[in-house]
């Protein structure tokens, strides 16, 4: 149980275009998902925290109408990179915190990549 | 703010070998304590986790300890294999403060297991 699936894996996009990450939990309702980038062989960087139902809560310094966050259902929360640039190219995964059992799982992550 | 400090690497060893990833925390109140393997090009997974001082978390061969007098979190594992090879991130699960029920990594630590 508690399984976490991100699509697509992987994607390569044109500078200026529109991508969106989808992530569902599939076997449990999550209360909140969490938004992170991943950098070469750097750590994971939260970039934003959505509970359903209400606006997602951006960490300093990500840009909120570049990154958008809908947390529409229990099961899926969408990242949307706008006007996606070479410098958005990165690694992004997301996990999704269980409301009974509090612990977060994690997606198997999104390669972007924007040329 | 609270912080996860770990060693640096990358770690190379032989299989077989004694594995110890050093990790260090600071933080305020009592924040659970874990350990996330990430294998190439995949997502987090849980490996072992600790919520309280002198608990220690075990899985696959793997333990942990959480010392509170140390603020210390040592991965260690007895003999390694070749399919431990992995990234290593300890984290913190933040227990108050703005960054409530968030979690704070650390920096990685790429493993190498040579047969």
């Known amino acids: 149980g508690a399984v976490v699936s991100q699509h697509p894996s992987r994607v390569i996009c044109k500078s200026g275009t529109s991508v969106k990450i989808e992530c569902r939990s599939l076997?449990?309702?999550?209360?909140?998902m969490f938004w992170y980038r991943q950098f070469p062989k750097k750590s994971l960087m939260l970039m934003a925290t959505?509970?359903?139902?209400?606006?997602?809560?951006?960490e300093q310094g990500v840009e909120k109408d570049k990154f958008l966050i809908n947390h529409a259902s229990l099961t899926l929360s969408t990242l949307t990179v706008t006007s996606a640039h070479p410098e958005d190219s990165s690694f992004y995964i997301c996990s999704a915190r269980s409301y009974t059992r509090g612990e977060q799982f994690f997606g198997p992550g999104t390669r972007l990549t924007v040329l | 703010g609270n912080s996860v400090t770990q060693m640096e690497g990358p770690v190379t060893l032989s299989e077989e070998a004694f594995l110890t990833i050093n990790c260090t925390y600071t933080?305020?109140?009592?924040?659970?304590l874990f350990w996330y393997v990430q294998y190439p090009g995949e997502g987090l997974q849980l490996l072992l986790k600790?919520?309280?001082?002198?608990d220690k978390g075990s899985n696959k061969g793997f333990e942990a300890t959480y010392r509170k007098e140390t603020t210390s979190f040592h991965l260690e594992k007895g003999s390694v294999q070749v399919s431990d090879s992995a990234v290593y991130f300890c984290?913190?699960?933040?227990?108050?403060?703005?960054?409530?029920?968030?979690?704070?990594f650390g920096q990685g630590t790429i493993l190498t297991v040579h047969p």
């Open positions: 600790a919520t309280k001082a002198d």
């Open positions: 959505s509970n359903e139902g209400s606006k997602a809560t951006y």
């Open positions: 933080a305020t109140g009592y924040p659970s």
């Open positions: 984290a913190l699960l933040n227990a108050g403060g703005t960054s409530y029920g968030k979690l704070t």
């Open positions: 076997d449990f309702q999550a209360t909140t």
